[in-house]
């Protein structure tokens, strides 16, 4: 049974969400301050976060940096909770490696939809067939599928979950043109509403990471109109 942390100010809603989670066969821990969710965090082993942003005390966006920084909990799934209003946090959250984001108010049904899917990718559900290499070389990156670990000349790279899965499917897709909408459905799993700048968010971050000159990428390439393709061919 998967145990999920959920993190909200606001009683009712973290009733409400820890009753439903229950319901749907999930252990649940509750917390609700960023210091109480970091203190369940450093005594007990959770499979999930739910993670409001805007929490007393410690906000949600420290909250999730301190995760990403832990060697022990950085592969950590996190779901951000957000007022749907709220542009600039999705970002930052997005940037700072949360896996997906949730606007407030939200379905019970979408609400078990995306920590399926989320559980289901950290699990390691890459789109992928008994056929593909278990590593790729593409000049000086390289990315090992089994370890699920990425490294440029020579010094390994921290990516979350999501970053590694979308590298990963452009790099295997080499040369082809990958729309927003095929990678949100392939990388998301489900029906992303459209939400493609979850997807540039992403790239952005790839770039900083893997390219040379983020500015001017060699690799991961912008099609105007369309999405995005791996340029360059492996070895």
Do not use: C
Request: charged residues 35%.
């Amino acid at each position: 049974m998967k145990t999920i942390l959920a993190v909200d100010d606001e009683e009712h809603i973290l009733e409400l969400i820890a009753y439903n989670l229950e319901a749907g066969g999930y252990e649940v821990r509750k917390a609700e301050t960023g210091e109480e969710a970091l203190e369940v965090l450093n005594r007990e082993k959770v499979d999930l976060v739910l993670l409001d942003l805007m929490l007393p005390g410690i906000d949600g966006i420290e909250v999730l940096k301190q995760i990403r920084s832990d060697p022990v909990r950085r592969k950590l799934p996190v779901i951000m909770l957000t007022a749907k209003s709220d542009e600039i946090s999705k970002v930052v959250g997005l940037e700072l490696g949360a896996d997906d984001y949730l606007g407030k108010p939200f379905g019970v049904h979408e609400l078990l939809a995306r920590i399926k899917a989320v559980l289901r990718r950290s699990g390691g559900a890459l789109d992928r067939s008994s056929q593909e290499e278990e590593v790729l070389v593409v000049d000086h990156i390289v990315i090992n599928k089994s370890s699920r670990v990425v490294s440029v000349d020579g010094k390994p790279v921290e990516l979350s979950l999501k970053e590694f899965e979308l590298l990963y499917l452009l790099v295997r897709n080499r040369g082809r043109v990958l729309s927003r909408d095929m990678l949100l459905e392939k990388i998301w799993g489900y029906d992303y509403l459209g939400e493609t700048r979850t997807v540039d968010v992403h790239i952005r971050n790839l770039r900083k990471k893997i390219e040379k000159d983020d500015n001017h990428p060699q690799y991961i390439i912008t099609v105007r109109g369309v999405g995005y393709k791996f340029a360059r061919e492996s070895v």
